[in-house]
């Protein structure tokens, strides 16, 4: 702006006035420099200092309050954020709590108002599975939380909604939002849903998914059991739940299940009725002939509970949750967020085209209706009244488990 150093252009525009003491954040760290100022010429022999683009610049502190805010994450307590950027200047409790509510504010807005049908780069997405949790934040405090898998295996937070309770009005809520976000199979293709067995998720999900196919998780279902049974029992109960998570097929899952059945019939009856009240959907996967190889991450609800796990890791220093403000929701945002950002692929998502292609075709009706005399009276029930099915008709099923109709 004003020529080389010490060589003034006799009436430039522009001209040295000297230096001033300021600052500048260098590697997100904020130090004192002499910053260079710089003058401009106007009409009738006036001048006013010039503010250098460079210097803004080097004012920007956004990359220092990221850090800031990924501290406080990490450390949980505003306490501990100034240790960890050494007590700089801009890192007290009261500026990093005026930023953590800043912050927390537009995560939560990018989190509830992104679109789902498209990924960021604005590919359009087609959804394979639905599973939901909740998270008990407090005595009268809940959130429901949705994670979505696409049909390439990739991992999405879709959104959470806050209740007194794991109820049907706060799980309905946010399933329709993240329907209205654009959250939905392709085609007629049925959605998967892995859940916990609670009841209010699941009627939740049939309300918007009516023709959506329910795994229940197989840990849950395993801790169950183990509440009624001796410690001595526990490792044939492991031993039957290993054998069923590693089965191929429907009829391997069937012969497993009917063994797990007579096992607790001999041990106690309370297991036996709560085995008989998951009914089929313990084994919906195997009904559809999924791979194994996809067993480990559809069986089970881990992959949620544990992005609830890194949730609690960042919050778990959170005395007291205050109802009355968005505190909760700044800080859901922002955890679920964070713990998307080390999501990974499906393990062996190379095999889902295998898993959608037995979807698109309703593969666990056609099994069910071939394996029909061979199920238990227990689960026969289940199975939707078709006495025949042609190879080249299959049935499509609505709903699931004892509520599913079929229609040829």
Not at 240 to 254: C, E, P, S, T, V
Not at 361 to 369: A, E, F, M, Q, Y
Request: overall charge positive.
């Amino acid at each position: 702006m004003c020529g080389a150093a010490y060589h003034p252009t006799r009436g430039a525009e522009f001209y040295r006035a000297g230096s001033a003491d300021g600052y500048a954040y260098v590697e997100s760290r904020r130090g004192d420099i002499v910053r260079p100022r710089v003058r401009q010429r106007k009409e009738e022999a006036a001048t006013e200092e010039v503010a250098l683009e460079s210097y803004t610049a080097a004012q920007d502190a956004s990359e220092a309050q990221r850090l800031l805010l990924e501290a406080l994450v990490a450390a949980g307590s505003m306490r501990k954020v100034g240790k960890v950027v050494h007590n700089q200047r801009g890192s007290s409790k009261s500026y990093v709590s005026r930023l953590w509510q800043k912050g927390g504010r537009e995560k939560f807005s990018e989190l509830r108002h992104r679109s789902l049908d498209v990924d960021t780069e604005g590919e359009p997405r087609d959804w394979l599975a639905l599973m939901l949790d909740g998270v008990s934040l407090a005595k009268d405090l809940l959130a429901v939380v949705a994670v979505g898998i696409t049909t390439e295996g990739r991992k999405v937070v879709l959104d959470f909604e806050l209740g007194a309770s794991e109820n049907v009005t706060a799980a309905s809520a946010l399933v329709a939002r993240v329907v209205e976000r654009g959250f939905a199979p392709s085609g007629d293709r049925p959605l998967l849903v892995v859940l916990d067995g609670s009841e209010a998720l699941r009627k939740a999900v049939m309300k918007h998914f009516p023709k959506a196919r329910i795994q229940r998780c197989l840990v849950h279902k395993e801790r169950n059991l183990k509440r009624y049974l001796a410690r001595r029992d526990w490792p044939e109960l492991n031993d039957h739940f290993d054998r069923l998570r590693k089965a191929q097929g429907a009829q391997a899952a069937l012969e497993i299940l009917r063994e797990l059945d007579a096992f607790l019939k001999r041990k106690n009856a309370a297991a036996r009725q709560s085995l008989h009240e998951a009914g089929l959907d313990l084994i919906r996967i195997h009904l559809l002939d999924t791979p194994s190889t996809l067993h480990r991450s559809l069986l089970s609800t881990n992959m949620i509970e544990n992005t609830i796990r890194n949730f609690r890791h960042s919050s778990g220093r959170v005395n007291r949750w205050r109802v009355e403000t968005d505190q909760a929701a700044r800080w859901l945002a922002t955890g679920l967020l964070s713990a998307e950002e080390g999501f990974q692929r499906l393990s062996h998502y190379g095999d889902l085209p295998v898993l959608l292609a037995h979807l698109k075709t309703k593969r666990d009706c056609k099994n069910l209706g071939a394996l029909k005399e061979k199920l238990p009276d227990w689960l026969r029930k289940e199975v939707p009244q078709v006495d025949e099915v042609e190879d080249n008709v299959l049935p499509a099923c609505v709903g699931a488990g004892s509520q599913a109709i079929c229609v040829v």
